[in-house]
């Protein structure tokens, strides 16, 4: 049975830190991300990384992370991860982990990930 686990949500002050894991158990996957929904909002794109083989990883960013966030895996822990700084308030949602076998060119589409975790709140204090 697949299963997705995230943690590392919490309340933090604006220009903080925090790192969200994702924690998958029943296969590996070759790319994972986050996503995230703030409310009132529609779920949105926020980093993922794919790993076609070997060493070589790629890692997305929506603009509006860029620079301040950074994914990460490892694949014997079968876990990607968010180090997310300098962090803004609207910086605030739930945020998502997905996961599954899918091409470069949709790693920003939600729709394309078959496997999800339950969501960690983080929330960014101004």
């Known amino acids: 049975q697949v299963q997705l686990v995230e943690s590392g949500g919490g309340l933090v002050q604006a220009g903080g830190s925090l790192r969200l894991s994702c924690a998958a158990s029943?296969?590996?996957?070759?790319?994972m991300g986050w996503f995230r929904q703030a409310p009132g909002k529609e779920r949105e794109f926020v980093a993922a990384?794919?790993?076609?083989?070997?060493?070589?990883?790629?890692?997305y960013y929506a603009e509006s992370v860029k620079g301040r966030f950074t994914i990460s895996r490892d694949n014997a822990k079968n876990t990607v991860y968010l180090q997310m700084n300098s962090l803004k308030p609207e910086d605030t949602a739930i945020y998502y982990c997905?996961?599954?076998?899918?091409?470069?060119?949709?790693?920003?589409?939600?729709?394309?990930?078959?496997?999800w975790g339950q969501g960690t709140q983080v929330t960014v204090s101004s």
């Open positions: 997905a996961a599954d076998r899918i091409s470069r060119t949709v790693v920003n589409v939600g729709s394309a990930y078959g496997y």
């Open positions: 029943g296969r590996t996957f070759s790319t």
């Open positions: 990384i794919r790993w076609p083989g070997g060493s070589t990883y790629y890692a």
